[in-house]
C-alpha cells in the first residue's frame, strides 16, 4: 500500500498536481473535481483531505460535511442536465474494487440507456 506521500489524492490536496479535469467545489474537509477517465460526462470524485484509506477511517464528526458535498454536487450535475439520475459509488479495499488507496465517492450521473451497468455478476 503506497504511503500517505506518494497518494495522488494527497498530492492533489497539496497543490503538487492538478485536480483531474478541474475542481469542481471545496469545503473545509473536502475537495470535489472531474475524473480524469469519467464514465460519463460531470463524472466527478470526492476525496477528503485528510488521507484516509476507506470509508470506517473518515470520522463520524465529518458526516454532515461529507453528505453534504455529495448532495451540492450531485445537485449541479442535475441541475446542469448531465443526467437524469446519478450513482454515488465508494469502494473500500482491493478486492471491492479500490485503485486509490485514499477513501473516494464517485458522483456518476447517469442517462436512460447509457451503456454504463455497475455490480454486474460474474457467471
Do not use: W
Amino acid at each position: 500500500m503506497k504511503k500517505e506521500k506518494d497518494c495522488i489524492f494527497c498530492r492533489i490536496v497539496k497543490g503538487e498536481i492538478p485536480p483531474g479535469k478541474g475542481k469542481i467545489k471545496e469545503s473545509d474537509n473536502f475537495l470535489a473535481f472531474l475524473d480524469l477517465n469519467p464514465h460519463a460526462e460531470g463524472h466527478t470524485l470526492i476525496i477528503p483531505k485528510k488521507h484516509f484509506v476507506t470509508i470506517l477511517d473518515i470520522p463520524n464528526t465529518l458526516a454532515p460535511e461529507l453528505l453534504k458535498i455529495i448532495k451540492d454536487v450531485a445537485s449541479e450535475l442535475m441541475d446542469k442536465k448531465l443526467g437524469d439520475g446519478f450513482n454515488v459509488i465508494q469502494n473500500n479495499l482491493e478486492v471491492a474494487g479500490q485503485v486509490v488507496m485514499h477513501a473516494h465517492f464517485h458522483i456518476i450521473p447517469r442517462k436512460d440507456n447509457d451503456g454504463l451497468r455497475f455490480l454486474v455478476r460474474e457467471n
